[in-house]
Nanobody, 126 residues
Framework: EVQLVESGGGAVQAGESLRLTCTCS????????MSWVRQAPGKGPEWIGT????????YYLESVKGRFTISQDDTKNLVYLQMDSLTPEDTALYFC???????????????????WGQGTQVTVSS
């Protein structure tokens, strides 16, 4: 059974750091691009970035560039999201997802919600 389980969320103060972990099972992480996405209450999903099968990362969200880092440990089938200099605007439910946003003929297609894990909550207070 394919499963993604996020962990590492919590409540922190602005300026602090967290590292989220996505534990992948039922498939080999190294064969699939993996992404992180977040969703704040009342808002739509924001795609943070992707790490592809070559280990190359791409970040979509301008507000996290330079602060968030995606990495992997393929020996353990894990994907990480290191988040530094957190702000209250980073408060959201964070998910990892199989797959990555795809641009096809000018339109972007996103991995379906069924490809995501159950999420881990990150709350940043000022």
């Amino acid at each position: 059974e394919v499963q993604l389980v996020e962990s590492g969320g919590g409540a922190v103060q602005a300026g602090e750091s967290l590292r989220l972990t996505c534990t992948c099972s039922g498939f080999t992480r190294a064969t699939i691009d993996m992404s992180w996405v977040r969703q704040a209450p009342g808002k739509g999903p924001e795609w943070i970035g992707t790490i592809d099968i070559r280990g190359i990362t791409k970040y979509y969200l301008e507000s996290v560039k330079g602060r968030f880092t995606i990495s992997q440990d393929d020996t353990k089938n894990l994907v990480y999201l290191q988040m530094d200099s957190l702000t209250p605007e980073d408060t959201a439910l964070y998910f990892c997802s199989r797959g990555a946003p795809q641009n096809v003929s000018g339109s972007t297609y996103y991995p379906h919600r069924s490809y995501w894990g159950q999420g881990t909550q990150v709350t940043v207070s000022s």
